[in-house]
């Protein structure tokens, strides 16, 4: 295997991974005004003095108590969403690295959805620590509502940025890559922002099930499966624009229908298995149907990085970094990479089982 294949398999490996932990941290955002209160029980009490604390929020009369703020689908992520982030800074650092002039094609090209992500990502992780800080139900409604957006926002914009590669992004006569509004809002790129959106839901519905109480779980359960049904439906919207001339447009025709094919059955398996309350396959299903995104864009316009609308584009070739730089990028990959997967392997154990009286409220 050459060094140009192994960066852009630890490429793809990184945002594959972000979108599958990052997923599930969107959904449950996204789903926390739904899923937040149906088992939020007395916690784990640190001590005589925070269960006094605890009596005098929830008999002040402002409806914002501790007990009133834990929210079931948001306990469900808080050991792991600030950690899922480092697989986005990971992935950023190898194309940065790595791949150095797909890097400042793809981020000047899609600068307004990279814009949109990093202010979601930012108003999400700020509004879920904050809205325990609240005072008064109107400041709790604020912040949940900024919870909720900053899970839609993001999981929205990535689904287009995966509708505009997998059509191909404009690219003007000095070579440059650009996106418009007409880009942005078309048809298929949209109907990929609102499968992804419903995909990452259900991805967070599946989670949420896993992690929580039996009575919270049930209500899980039964949205993601609606969730997932609803995925595969725009999914199935976007298979018909492309095959009308207006959706995807690959290099490698039956690698992309064996892995669309392979993201259906996954869809299908996590709806089944939520439908059993088979938690533990239901989101191994969803894990597989919010990476195979990333293989379909990587394998389907193989050897484009990032394709042009017109035909063409930027190749493996043009885009990665010389021989010379991949050797001393090695230490990067052999160091960090292993530290990533035993930090997000001790986290997973850590806190393992589901929350709710087993552990703490942690915003």
């Given at each position: 295997m050459s060094l140009e294949t192994l960066w852009l398999a630890l490429l793809g490996l990184l945002l594959a991974g972000y979108f599958v932990l990052g997923g599930y941290d969107y959904g449950a955002q996204m789903l926390s005004p739904f899923l937040g209160s149906a088992d939020a029980g007395p916690r784990p009490a640190a001590g005589p003095a925070a269960g006094a604390r605890a009596g005098a929020g929830s008999g002040s009369?402002?409806?914002?108590?501790?007990?009133?703020?834990?929210?079931?689908?948001?306990?469900?992520?808080?050991?792991?969403?600030?950690?899922?982030?480092?697989w986005l800074v990971a992935f950023a650092g190898v194309m940065f690295g790595a791949f150095p002039h797909l890097e400042g094609s793809l981020l000047s090209g899609l600068y307004p959805l990279i814009v949109a992500i990093l202010a979601g990502l930012v108003l999400g992780n700020a509004a879920i620590q904050l809205r325990g800080?609240?005072?008064?139900?109107?400041?709790?409604?604020?912040?949940?509502?900024l919870v909720v957006l900053g899970g839609a926002l993001p999981a929205v914009c990535w689904g287009i940025v995966v509708g505009l590669l997998l059509h191909g992004v404009p690219r003007r006569a000095d070579g440059s890559f650009h996106v418009g509004a007409g880009e942005v809002f078309g048809p298929f790129a949209l109907t990929c922002g609102v499968a992804t959106a419903l995909l990452f839901a259900g991805h967070g519905a599946a989670f949420v099930a896993l992690r929580s109480e039996p009575a919270t779980a049930v209500a899980a359960r039964r949205t993601g499966a609606t969730l997932l049904a609803a995925a595969g439906a725009a999914g199935a919207l976007a298979l018909l624009l492309s095959l009308f001339g207006a959706g995807a447009s690959m290099t490698r025709t039956g690698t992309s229908v064996v892995l669309f094919a392979l993201i259906v059955a996954a869809l299908a398996a996590g709806w089944w298995y939520l439908g059993r309350g088979r938690d533990t396959l239901a989101f191994t299903a969803t894990c597989l149907a919010t990476a195979l995104p990333v293989l379909l864009i990587g394998a389907g316009q193989y050897p484009y990085l990032l394709s042009a609308s017109a035909g063409g584009g930027i190749t493996v070739d043009d885009a990665v970094a010389d021989g010379a730089t991949l050797k001393v990028l090695i230490g990067f990959g052999v160091v960090v990479v292993p530290l990533i997967l035993l930090y997000q392997g001790w986290s997973w154990w850590a806190f393992r089982g589901r929350t709710g009286r087993r552990h703490p409220s942690y915003f």
């Open positions: 009369g402002t409806g914002t108590g501790p007990d009133d703020r834990r929210n079931a689908a948001l306990d469900a992520i808080a050991p792991f969403f600030l950690g899922n982030e480092v800080r609240s005072r008064g139900p109107r400041a709790a409604r604020v912040w949940n509502a």
